[in-house]
C-alpha cells in the first residue's frame, strides 16, 4: 500500500530550463508535506516543505505546489542546474498514528549542460 | 554541528550473526526512526520511537529490534541477520512528532552473505 507515490523514476532536463518533480499521495490524514534531496553515498538533506493549509511555498529556484483535492504536490527548480542532480523524495505525514513520515519511491533527476 | 552519527557506515557480515548498528543525535530530538533504502521501494520505515523508551513498528519492522534508552541514541538490532536485510539504512530524528524536518544519517550499508 504506496500512500505517497512518485511515477516518474527519472528526469532528464536541460540545465537552465524548468525541472518539475511529481508526487501523488493517497491519506486524507496527511497534512504535512517535504521534498528531500539524495546524493549518492550521503544521507537524504530537507529540501523544503509545505503545510495543508498553504497552497505554495518558495525558497530560492525552489517551489513546492500543494493540490489538496488532487492529493497531488509538485516541486518545481527554476532554474535547474547541474548540482541539482540527484534523486528526489517526497515524503507526508500527519499528526496522531499518522504521525510518521512516509516516503515515495523517489525521483532521480539528471540536469545536462 | 547539528547532526545524526551512524554506524559504521559498512558491514559486512554473515547469515545469523547479531549485529547492531548505532545511531545518535546532539539536537536533543524526541522522535527517532530507522529506515531501509531498496531499489525501486524507496525509504520504509523499520521502527520509530517518540520518547525515551517509547517505541513502535514502522511498515517493515520483521527481524529488527530497537531501544530508546537514552534520547540520544537509538540503536538498530539484527539478532540473526538474513540475506534478504541486505540494505542501505538510515536513522532519521525529528524535534517531535508535529511538522519538522527530519535530519538523517549518513547511512549503513550491510551486506548479508
Known amino acids: 500500500d504506496q500512500q505517497v507515490k512518485q511515477n516518474s523514476p527519472s528526469l532528464s532536463v536541460q540545465e537552465g530550463r524548468i525541472s518539475i518533480l511529481n508526487c501523488d499521495y493517497t491519506?486524507?490524514?496527511?497534512?504535512?508535506f517535504l521534498w528531500y534531496k539524495k546524493y549518492p553515498a550521503e544521507g537524504p538533506t530537507f529540501l523544503i516543505s509545505?503545510?495543508?493549509?498553504?497552497d505554495k511555498n518558495e525558497d530560492g529556484r525552489f517551489t513546492v505546489f500543494l493540490n489538496k483535492s488532487a492529493k497531488h504536490l509538485s516541486l518545481h527548480i527554476v532554474p535547474s542546474q547541474p548540482g541539482d542532480s540527484a534523486v528526489y523524495f517526497c515524503?507526508?505525514?500527519?499528526?496522531?498514528?499518522?504521525?510518521?513520515?512516509?516516503f515515495g519511491t523517489g525521483t532521480r533527476l539528471q540536469v545536462t549542460l | 554541528e547539528a547532526q545524526v552519527t551512524q554506524n559504521p557506515r559498512y558491514l559486512i557480515t554473515v547469515t545469523g550473526k547479531k549485529l547492531t548498528v548505532t545511531c545518535s543525535q546532539n539536537?536533543?530530538?524526541?522522535?527517532m526512526s530507522w529506515y531501509r533504502q531498496d531499489p525501486g521501494l524507496g525509504l520504509r520505515q523499520i521502527y520509530y520511537?517518540?520518547?525515551?523508551?517509547?517505541?513502535d513498528k514502522g511498515d517493515v519492522p520483521e527481524g529488527y529490534k530497537v531501544s530508546r534508552k537514552e534520547k540520544r541514541n537509538f540503536p538498530l538490532i539484527l539478532e540473526s541477520p538474513s540475506p534478504n536485510q541486505t540494505s542501505l539504512y538510515f536513522c532519521?530524528?525529528?524535534?517531535?512528532?508535529?511538522?519538522?524536518?527530519?535530519?538523517f544519517g549518513q547511512g549503513t550499508r550491510l551486506t548479508v552473505v
Open positions: 532519521a530524528s525529528r524535534l517531535d512528532r508535529t511538522n519538522t524536518e527530519a535530519f
Open positions: 491519506n486524507s490524514m496527511f497534512d504535512y
Open positions: 509545505i503545510s495543508s493549509i498553504k
Open positions: 515524503a507526508a505525514h500527519g499528526t496522531g498514528t499518522a504521525s510518521k513520515l512516509t
Open positions: 539536537m536533543n530530538h524526541e522522535y
Open positions: 520511537s517518540m520518547n525515551v523508551e517509547v517505541t
